[in-house]
């Protein structure tokens, strides 16, 4: 029973181009947000993370939406960059110390 | 000293044996959480450490177990080995609790045959 679930196990971009990442989760509780991208052989790093009392945040090249009424939410890449290619996985807690649940992941590739 | 590091990196052990792996934190950070990572999924949560108390468990049975030390390292012991605990092991360190503070380790890959 997956709380927290990212569909795409895969993404191809060309570079400059928008990267889209999607998360989908099931527990109304969740109310806090977060996008973490990992590179082979390293943990996962902290992107960026959202309130669900926001429907937008952004950070430089990365904007994360959150739609509330669909459980939805997607972090969008801004030009899309070489460097990006990493898995990139959402999360999700109850208040911003709950514990984190994860999707599975999204491995982006963006090709020069 | 920044950053968290974790060992060992790889780790093979025999079913029914038991494990320690250990985890160093940052200089400050209260509070430690370890996930496992199977093959093809996201890291999935066991339990919570803050300032040497378990703090939150996730569904994971009590075999796994862990320390937390004033001088800032832990370890998660498992018991009981068996074949599907077979996974990458990350520890997690904050100063705060907060979830966007969280500083991963690379995580101990552990092979149960």
């Known amino acids: 029973d997956q709380q927290v679930k990212q569909n795409s196990p895969s993404l191809s971009v060309q570079e400059g181009r928008i990267s889209i990442l999607n998360c989908d989760y099931t527990n109304s509780m969740f109310d806090y947000f977060l996008w973490y991208k990992k590179y082979p052989a390293e943990g996962p790093t902290f992107l960026i993370s959202?309130?669900?009392?926001?429907d937008k945040n952004e950070d430089g090249r990365f904007t994360v939406f959150l739609n509330k009424s669909a459980k939805h939410l997607s972090l969008h890449i801004v030009p899309s960059q070489p460097g990006d290619s990493a898995v990139y996985f959402c999360a999700a807690s109850i208040g911003s110390q709950g514990n984190l649940i994860f999707g599975k992941g999204t491995k982006l590739s963006v090709k020069p | 000293e920044t950053g968290v590091t974790q060992s060992p990196t790889h780790l093979i052990k025999t079913r029914g044996q038991q494990v320690t792996l250990r985890c160093s934190s940052q200089?400050?950070?209260?509070?430690v959480s370890w996930y496992q990572q199977a093959l093809g999924q996201g890291p999935q949560f066991i339990f919570q450490?803050?300032?040497?108390?378990?703090?939150g468990r996730g569904n994971f049975p009590p075999r796994f177990s862990g320390l937390q030390f004033p001088n800032y390292s832990s370890e998660l012991n498992v018991n009981a080995l068996e074949l599907d605990d077979s996974a990458l092991y990350l520890c997690a360190s904050s100063w705060d609790r907060m979830n966007y503070g969280y500083t991963f380790g690379s995580g101990t890959r552990l092979t149960v045959v």
């Open positions: 959202i309130s669900s009392i926001k």
């Open positions: 200089s400050g950070h209260n509070t």
């Open positions: 450490y803050y300032r040497e108390e378990e703090n």
